[in-house]
């Protein structure tokens, strides 16, 4: 069968949907750019003179990674010349970017962890991109923080790149969830799979089981009945990944199914979870719904969410429906 092209895809949805606009199209294309320029970077790993830390701190008071603003250079450079964009906001800035003044502003808004995983690259396990795209509000003046607190449902596109064996950029626009491989000899990104599904049952689950002393009850509950495996009360045997690359997890649950937790703890209720709702949680749970999965914070919808703080956090539960269902469910009581 005759592999199209990104390009040739965007062009085709927006002939069959109308729901791609050439501006969004140009946005997608350029974010897809940098990500072919950002796997380049992260590939050459040591010979690159690119590996360990950066000695400095972000708004999440985590330590930098050399890759991790190496990315987020990338991103900022490739989209503030094109017109497409009233503003950006990454987790590795504490406040959204505007566009020099020397460019033309479009009506989007982009948002990205632009190296989602960071801890795994010394160690040479797969990474990413997740990016999120909103519409400014009507009106808009010079775009601020509170212009990007749009719940997740606004979400016009969402979609993540993995750099691992394999390049891969995973897309949705509304109308399902698509995946293209990075042709290296080409440069080109490929559509290798129509369509992903996730399916609503699943006998896989992904948590940091380390953390287990610290969970709430209906967590904890969940997991030892998946641990009790076929003599509990689920009368099944599970079995457990662990990636710390939220990228990587999601796209294994994208392509064979899975439920992936990320809960509050114990240890700090200021702090819910540890993953971003804006740029993590939001566009992945766009991805998973688009899929036919299912993506709480245990009370509600993800994508239900109205935002309050432009870096906050949210507990996660996300992937095959039932399970997603049950663990929610659990909450509840
Ligand atoms: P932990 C990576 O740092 C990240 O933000 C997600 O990609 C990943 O799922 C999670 O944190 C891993 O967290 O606590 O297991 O290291």
Known sequence: MKRISLTQ????????????????????????????????????????????S??????????????????????????????????????????????PNRYPKGEYLLLFDPLDGSSNIDVNVSIGTIFSVLKAPEGMGVPTEQD????????????????????????TTGNGVNCFTLDREMGS???????????????????NASNARHWFPPVTRYVNELLAGDSGPRSSNFNMRWIASMVAD???????????????DTRDTKMPGKLRLMYEANPMAFLVEQAGGAATNGAQRILDIQPEKLHQRVPVFLGSKSEVERVTAYHQE
């Not at 449902?153 to 691992?164: E, K, L, T």
């Not at 990104?189 to 948590?207: D, G």
């Open 250 to 264: 999601v796209h294994r649950i994208l392509s064979r199914g899975g439920v992936f937790i990320y809960p509050a």
């Open 54 to 99: 950066a000695e400095t701190e972000n708004v999440q008071g985590e330590v930098q990674k050399k890759l991790d603003i190496i990315s987020n250079d990338i991103l900022l450079e490739a989209n503030e010349w094109g017109g497409h964009l009233a503003a950006m906001a990454s987790e590795e800035m504490e406040t959204i970017h505007l566009i």
């Open 9 to 52: 895809y965007l062009v085709e949805e927006q002939r069959q949907h109308n729901t791609i606009p050439a501006e969004l199209r140009l946005l997608i294309e350029v974010v897809a750019r940098a990500c072919k320029t950002i796997s380049h970077a992260v590939g050459k790993g040591a010979l690159g003179e690119v590996m360990g």
């Open 189 to 207: 990104w490929v559509l290798t799979q129509r369509n992903m599904q996730i399916p609503t049952e699943t006998k896989e689950f992904a948590i």
């Open 148 to 171: 990007f607190l749009q719940p997740g449902s606004q979400q016009v596109a969402a979609g993540y790149a993995v750099y691992g064996p394999q390049t891969v950029l995973v897309l």
